[in-house]
């Protein structure tokens, strides 16, 4: 990653060397939620579904449904786990930004290394989930490849918003909390996740249209078994995760440059 | 070194710390724009052991961090090592070791790898980390500890972990931020130790602090802060000479004798300070001071003769006591 500073690179190396302390719990997650995910709701609550819509959503299986808006809610919850707490312990818990800030690191520099970090696990997440939707035959290469980089993508662009938001955070309890029963929940429920946003009521729908999960999920089922999208949506959706993602690195900076330094 | 700097009183060609009314203001809601730091002229040259005393408030944090080029000044002009901290930061960051108020240890790591990461945070290599972290946890006394986990650790070894990790870049200049701050006496004298020690190897140590102690011990020069100003500058000695005298008589009555004493002490001493529960006063010769208390018949419950201190010159510069009690 030439593009990225030296100084963002040895933030990003210490961040890899804490995360190596938690690797056993890491690992065990990445291969565990998948696995448990596909087996509960892809072939249990799949049977139901099967059994009370022949052909299932889209003329494809339960499992094959689920698979891209699974993979990208595993990528989205990696990513922000990996910059939504060394941000609040950095700035609030240990304080160690101020630490790293009294070197030659800039707070750029340490918002850009922490999101590099999380980028990694991202990209590890994504790619042992798509190995098992492989293996459940949930996707096919084509389509694991597909969704694989859209998830990796997507889990970035939350990460970057998600650490924008977390460093204007003072107080971490609230936050914490709030970030997941008001923002996550309602995402991953309503996002089209376990059936068609079009199932819903119409009253509710918007919270699909403004989730970055629905708009990954629509272009993870156009690229996994070619849902019908229109390209318009590809666009808007590919769009919309783009400035999520420029949006929180340019805010991130901002904000991390401005809390190190006043 | 690329600034010439104009003669300063002290003759440094190149001083580390260069300061000409240097100012740092904060809007506040409540009440408008709020001075930490007024104005203040400051001359830290190489191997110097510089002290800034006062008491919470006084602006000798919110100095520390622009010297520590983490806080951009208001107006005023500054140069550290040479340079502006405001186009400059990370170079003269690159040269400085911070150990701040608070512990800022990475708690998820051991005690060596706190070391170790921070200077990776410097850009040396494995190499040359390797060999130094070793050195400085001989420094820090910590070398029994070096694989233990940072919340293991005691107060005083936490604040000499921060020292040994603020040394990992070798710094030409250190900055304490109230060192020993919450520490016991005998971790206090342990730290005041390993300072003494860098001293001697030719680090120019800035340190504030509101223990007298600490900075009859560890500065060769001192400035007092108050409201965001410096209010007297010299040598410890020199300081007490010249704002406090020589000894000081303190005496206590109870609090309701004080005040109906004072007017009988007139012609004791040079000054006299009253303070809630006991009576203070300047003087030259403090053991006839307190014959001739003792010879008006204003028989005090407790008596001390003791020699002038920093707490004392604080106190006539501030009216104020510097560790509130």
Same mark, same amino acid.
């Given at each position: ?262 | ?89 990370? %170079? ?77 870049? $070798? ?33 120019? %140590? ?7 102690? $600490?900075? $009859? ?72 001071? %307190? ?18 201190? %920093? $707490? ?14």
């Amino acid at each position: 990653m030439s593009i990225l500073a030296v100084g963002s690179r040895r933030v990003a190396e210490s961040r890899l060397r804490n995360m190596w302390r938690w690797r056993n719990a890491i690992i065990t997650f990445g291969i565990g939620n998948p696995v448990l995910y596909l087996i509960a709701v892809g072939l249990g609550v799949g049977s139901l579904v099967e059994e009370s819509m022949p052909g299932g959503i889209d003329g494809i299986p339960y499992l094959a449904f689920i698979a891209p808006a699974l993979i990208i809610t595993a990528a989205m919850q990696a990513g922000q786990d990996e910059v939504v707490f060394p941000t609040l312990a950095g700035f609030i818990w240990t304080k160690t930004f101020y630490a790293m800030r009294a070197t030659s690191l800039t707070g750029a520099q340490i918002a850009e290394g922490v999101l590099f970090a999380a980028f990694g696990r991202i990209v590890l997440t994504s790619v042992v989930y798509g190995l098992v939707l492989l293996l459940f035959g949930a996707v096919s290469i084509s389509g694991a490849l597909g969704v694989t980089a859209l998830a990796i993508l997507t889990g970035t662009c939350w990460a970057a918003t998600m650490q924008a938001i977390a460093a204007s955070v003072h107080d971490d309890g609230g936050f914490l909390s709030l970030a997941g029963r008001v923002i996550i929940m309602p995402m991953f429920l309503f996002s089209g996740t376990f059936y068609p946003l079009s199932a819903l009521p119409l009253a509710v729908q918007w919270i699909g249209w403004i989730s970055p999960l629905w708009h990954a999920t629509e272009l993870g089922r156009w690229l996994s078994y070619g849902a019908p999208t229109p390209l318009w949506q590809v666009c808007v959706s590919v769009a919309y995760l783009m400035v999520l993602g420029v949006g929180g690195v340019v805010l991130a900076r901002r904000r991390f440059e401005r809390r190190l330094t006043s | 070194m690329d600034v010439a700097f104009p003669p300063g009183r002290h003759g440094w060609l190149c001083p580390v710390i260069w300061a000409r009314d240097l100012t740092k203001s904060y809007a506040t809601k409540t009440s408008g724009d709020v001075l930490a730091v007024d104005s203040i002229d400051l001359e830290v040259g190489p191997g110097e052991s510089f002290g800034i005393l006062g008491a919470n408030g006084a602006g000798k944090s919110t100095t520390m961090r622009m010297i520590g080029a983490t806080l951009q000044r208001t107006s005023g002009e500054l140069t550290i090592l040479g340079h502006d901290p405001q186009h400059e930061g990370p %170079l003269i960051r690159a040269h400085l070791g911070v150990v701040p108020q608070q512990d800022t240890l990475d708690t998820d790591l051991t005690v060596r790898e706190n070391i170790y990461v921070y200077g990776r945070y410097f850009g040396l290599s494995r190499a040359e980390l390797q060999p130094r972290v070793d050195d400085l946890l001989d420094f820090a006394q910590l070398q029994d500890k070096r694989d233990a986990k940072v919340d293991s650790l005691s107060g005083g070894m936490k604040r000499r972990l921060t020292i040994a990790r603020s040394l990992v870049n $070798e710094p030409s200049l250190l900055l304490l931020d109230e060192p020993t701050t919450g520490l016991d006496p005998q971790a206090r004298h342990l730290l005041w130790d390993r300072l003494f020690r860098l001293r001697e190897t030719g680090v120019t %140590l800035v340190l504030t602090t509101h223990y007298m102690d $600490e900075a $009859e011990q560890l500065c060769e020069r001192l400035v007092v802060m108050d409201a965001g100003r410096i209010v007297a500058e010299g040598s410890p000695a020199h300081l007490i000479r010249t704002h406090a005298g020589r000894e000081v008589v303190e005496v206590r009555f109870g609090a309701q004798r004080s005040n109906e004493v004072v007017p009988h002490l007139a012609g004791i001493g040079q000054r006299t300070e009253v303070l809630p529960d006991r009576i203070l006063l300047y003087t030259e010769a403090g053991e006839a001071d %307190l014959h001739e208390i003792v010879a008006r018949g204003l028989t005090p419950t407790t008596a001390l003769v003791r020699r002038a201190s %920093l $707490e004392d010159v604080f106190l006539r510069l501030t009216g104020r006591t510097l560790v509130d009690e």
